[in-house]
């Protein structure tokens, strides 16, 4: 079966012609050059004058796992004010900031993204996460696991471990979770909020175990790279939210010594301290950084007014800025000597001074960071806000005289604090298929994923050019996944279920042996229990398949 | 006759390490066991595969489908209750509730929403198993459920000398007045205290106790039945703690407005972590109540209780409670989905019922239609969470009889709704 798409301005930056009107051909799911001798075309889409683009790829969205659960069962409200009715082929749910996860799977494909990463798995609660992401239905999923403050690699680095088994660690665990990338959160800091210590800084000694996150970033950032993952350690930097975290974030940066890191959610690190209120952009110096650093790639999370709930393994922060929480309930939690997590619900005002400078400084970072190919577009959903609200954010992006229209009605103490009115920068379209498409897929090793050449997946978004480029990118006039239409005009049309993606990296299977005698002494499940073959992953997960991707290690 | 590792789906601890003896079938706790997992696997008795029935008379599983899509397309305000079910029988009793527009409720959904009650009101700071084990100076545990209803939680969490990095000396008070057997069973080595509080002055208790650690002007001498001095003593033992860890069962909260007291432990808890770490721990899990509530959360958004009336989700706890929801006459048909314990029957309603159970369930009156369906982690691999809500296990499939799940079952049933409108 061949199916041919016409007439489209394919906006594809991998490839030698980035932006051009072409024909795109689909056989068994599957993007091909062109038909075969004599194979004739069994349908064709009339997309003349339509923009064509793969379809998005969030890298970073906390679609599964216990914390966005424990945030839905604490906001049953949420639920009720954004309620989705069932259609032909959706069941019942509700949105909201926290949606379910059937919502999360419609919504996303109706906005044109096929792929969805959760950056935030538990090692422990690993199961779990798969099968939320299981009933996230259309979009392929993969996890990040977290490490960095479980008791095992604590005691390792404590120990002064050699490279090697640091190393195989790292790999048993993206073996046994079925992930395809590693982070860690608040390095050491959850694991030492377990030990009464409230603040952690870069290199700052853990009360029990003596290590500093300098040396867990470093170690990890290492590891990562030798085993030949492809995503770089995904870093959720020390400090989250407090005013003066510029100098953490710039220290992190330096503790990876030059191997590949990625800055998650990079707004809610950029603060300085200046100004009457003690709370100033430092945008402009992390930026310059980054510029500078060719193996930094970062996320915004970007923030933006409204109802939300942030859901973070970041324990030690999310106790401490509970009480900025709107409503006042939230739910922290010290989880199996492996991590933790806190759920606060936040209301982002646009007249408050914090929340507004923190919405500037996000779109500073955007607009200050020059390479699309290392900044992507997330708000970190739902922790700056629900992922519903990126085609806002692409017009903030895209649209400068309306990213100064809002500038002027935010809040005037902040407005005054922030460059963001001298930034005359406008993403291109170009760009903006960069940084949710092409780029993503590369820094996540996809390779058949974020372009529109033959033998990529036909995961294909095509859009009607519309002045309004929030319009334009809210309701895409068609989304294929896998050459399926699943999505038309915001409408969900078919609801198949996505592949997972992992690594699964080449590794000393000795590591087991300690790694037993562990979980006898310190855990409440086997090592048995805890590992997640492929069969039952594909069961929870309810994929069809697994899309493992490669490794290649390299030596130092 | 061999030997399997088993895990336990009887209790929210889930023990994965129990050794069970097979021997035609019929299955034998060897290692691991407690007075509850031994008697429930006992109670299982020899692989069958009795036939499902039409209002008592046997028939095969096509016609007993067939007879339950029957009911269902006559209903118009179905209700699906029991839920003691692993995560793929929940899974699909969603699928089945989204198509017919049914309330859906967990059996025990009553003791259950005491927690959930207080963390949609105010939140809370709690823990795991594991941190409980490694780190917790003192155990504060509250009524006797956590002997009772999970006869391991002592041994496995609470001895000390289990492990990790804290805990030199354990401390362990005991709140509520517990019957002299289960004093017995505390960890020898412990240094316990006793308030020995009445159940239902718990209330009074926690509130004495906050203002006793927050140093509040109190009278603590004006609390009935609980002596004074050990009420003080408890307030500087909580104090203390490096990382207080406080134990209670939902289900042992037994009387009108328990929320109360949950929220009273749970603010106790807040006021602790301003100075040092203290968390709750409350046990549940069993019957798959967490389970339930935990898959209906996260594909619909809202927990249980909830209604799939007129093509949207709603929660609501005082309209969806099923006991509230069949006393009211709102079910016309109800479906009972109960493939673990089966300790739990079917309401009796006068409802038309699909019930389906475990083999060896035998149920007072002819339902509608009955059909045995595979226990998970018995006949059928399955998945459950633990109590502690983080962990989720896979129970193995321990022997063959031959019946089908209960998703199996409701995905067949499903099908047949969808065939024919």
């Not at chain 1, 993007?31 to 997309?47: M, Y």
């Not at chain 1, 409200?77 to 259609?87: D, K």
């Not at chain 2, 314990?341 to 309401?347: H, L, N, Q």
Request: net charge neutral.
């Amino acid at each position: 079966m061949l199916t041919r798409f016409v007439g489209a301005r394919v906006i594809d930056p991998v490839h030698a012609t980035p932006d051009a009107v072409r024909d795109l051909y689909v056989r068994d799911g599957r993007i091909v050059s062109g038909p075969r001798d004599g194979e004739p075309v069994h349908r064709t889409w009339d997309a003349a004058g339509a923009i064509a683009m793969a379809g998005a790829i969030d890298l970073h969205t906390h679609i599964g796992g216990g914390k966005v659960n424990i945030a839905r069962g604490l906001l049953p409200e949420l639920g009720r004010e954004h309620p989705l009715a069932a259609t032909e082929v959706c069941g019942a749910c509700t949105m909201g900031p926290a949606p379910s996860t059937l919502a999360t799977g419609y919504r996303y494909a109706a906005m044109g993204y096929t792929a969805c990463f959760e950056p935030a798995m538990l090692p422990v609660n690993a199961r779990q996460a798969h099968m939320e992401m299981g009933d996230t239905p259309i979009v392929d999923k993969g996890a990040y696991a977290m490490l960095g403050n479980d008791d095992f690699l604590l005691r390792l680095l404590a120990d002064g471990a050699d490279r090697r088994e640091i190393r195989d660690y790292v790999a048993w665990t993206l073996h046994a979770t079925q992930a395809i990338a590693i982070k860690v959160v608040n390095a050491g800091g959850i694991s030492a909020f377990k030990f009464n210590q409230r603040s952690l800084d870069v290199d700052e000694a853990h009360v029990h175990y003596g290590v500093t996150p300098r040396t867990i970033l470093r170690e990890l950032a290492r590891a990562v790279h030798d085993l030949g993952v492809p995503h770089p350690l995904h870093v959720h930097s020390s400090n989250l939210g407090v005013p003066g975290n510029v100098d953490s974030t710039l220290a992190t940066i330096d503790a990876a010594e030059g191997l590949p890191i990625h800055l998650t959610h990079l707004q809610f690190h950029s603060y300085g301290t200046e100004g009457d209120r003690r709370f100033s952009s430092a945008a402009a110096r992390i930026a310059e950084k980054v510029n500078a650093s060719p193996n930094v790639s970062v996320d915004v999370g970007q923030i933006m007014f409204g109802q939300t709930v942030t859901a973070s393994g970041d324990s030690m922060l999310q106790y401490r800025n509970a009480r900025h929480g709107r409503p006042a309930k939230w739910v922290v939690m010290d989880i199996e000597c492996d991590a933790g997590c806190g759920v606060v619900p936040f209301r982002y005002r646009d007249r408050d001074f914090v929340n507004a400078l923190q919405w500037a400084i996000g779109l500073e970072l955007f607009l200050l960071i020059r390479d699309p190919w290392r900044v992507f577009l997330t708000t970190d959903h739902p922790n700056g806000g629900p992922f519903t609200s990126y085609p806002h954010l692409i017009k903030l992006l895209m649209d400068g005289s309306f990213r100064k229209d809002v500038l002027a009605r935010i809040n005037p103490e902040a407005a005054a604090m922030t460059a963001l009115g001298s930034l005359e920068r406008e993403y291109s379209l170009q760009e903006i298929a960069i940084m949710t498409r092409a780029a993503p897929a590369r820094i996540l090793g996809l390779e058949d994923h974020g372009h529109l050449g033959a033998g990529a997946a036909a995961n294909i978004v095509i859009y009607e050019p519309h002045p309004d480029p929030e319009v334009m990118f809210a309701t895409p006039r068609w989304v294929f996944k896998d050459g399926e239409l699943v999505a038309e005009r915001g409408e969900v049309k078919a609801v198949p279920q996505g592949a997972i993606h992992t690594v699964k990296p080449d590794f000393d299977r000795g590591i087991e042996r300690r790694l037993k005698t562990w979980f006898e002494q310190h855990h409440t499940q086997s090592l048995a229990s805890f590992k997640i073959d492929d069969e039952e992953v594909c069961e929870c997960g309810r994929a069809p398949r697994l899309a493992v991707h490669a490794c290649r290690a390299r030596s130092s | 006759m061999s030997l399997r590792e088993a895990t336990c789906a009887f209790c929210g601890l889930l023990c994965d390490d129990l050794e069970v003896e097979v021997a035609g079938g019929v299955l034998r706790v060897v290692r691991g066991g407690c007075a509850r997992s031994e008697a429930a696997f006992a109670a299982l008795g020899e692989p069958a595969a009795p036939p499902p029935r039409i209002a008592g008379q046997a028939a095969t599983l096509d016609a007993a489908v067939a007879a339950a899509a029957d009911v269902l397309r006559a209903a118009r305000r179905p209700l699906i209750g029991g839920l003691d079910v692993d995560v793929n029988g929940m899974r699909s009793t969603l699928a089945l509730a989204r198509r017919i527009g049914a309330v859906v409720d967990h059996a025990d959904g009553a003791a259950k929403y005491r927690n959930l009650h207080v963390l949609q009101e105010f939140g809370g700071i709690t823990t795991t198993f594991a941190e409980a084990r490694n780190r917790a100076d003192l155990v504060v545990l509250v009524g006797d459920g956590w002997s009772r209803r999970f006869p391991r939680f002592l041994e496995r969490i609470v001895a000390p000398g289990a492990s990790g990095a804290a805990t030199a000396a354990r401390r362990i008070v005991t709140v509520t007045a517990i019957d002299p057997a289960t004093r017995m069973a505390l960890p020898k080595g412990a240094e316990v205290l006793a308030l020995d509080a009445p159940l239902v002055g718990l209330p009074a208790v926690c509130t004495m106790l906050q203002a006793l650690v927050e140093g509040r002007p109190v009278q603590p001498a004006r609390l009935a039945g609980v002596s004074q001095e050990a009420l003080v003593r408890c307030a500087e033992w909580i104090r203390a703690a490096r990382y207080g860890v406080v134990v209670w069962s939902a289900a042992d909260l037994d009387w009108p407005h328990a929320e109360l007291t949950v929220q009273a432990i749970a603010r106790l808890v807040r006021t602790l972590n301003g100075s040092t770490r203290f968390a709750a721990l409350p046990l549940a899990g069993t019957d798959g109540d967490l389970t339930a509530n935990a898959v209906q959360t996260w594909q619909s958004g809202v927990p249980l209780p909830a209604s799939y009336a007129n093509g949207s989700v709603d929660f609501d706890p005082n309209r969806y409670a099923l006991r509230d929801v069949l006393a009211r006459g709102e079910a016309d048909a109800l479906v009972w989905v109960s493939s673990l314990s089966g300790a739990v029957p079917p309401p009796a309603s006068g409802v038309p019922t699909i019930a389906l159970t475990r083999a060896d369930v035998r149920l007072g009156m002819a339902p509608s239609v009955q059909i045995p369906v595979a226990t998970p982690g018995i006949d059928a691999s399955g998945h459950l969470l633990r109590s502690d809500k983080v962990i989720t296990l896979r129970l193995p499939r321990l022997r063959e009889n031959g019946l089908p799940s209960a998703s199996t079952v409701l995905d067949a049933l499903l099908g047949q709704l969808e065939q024919r409108c």
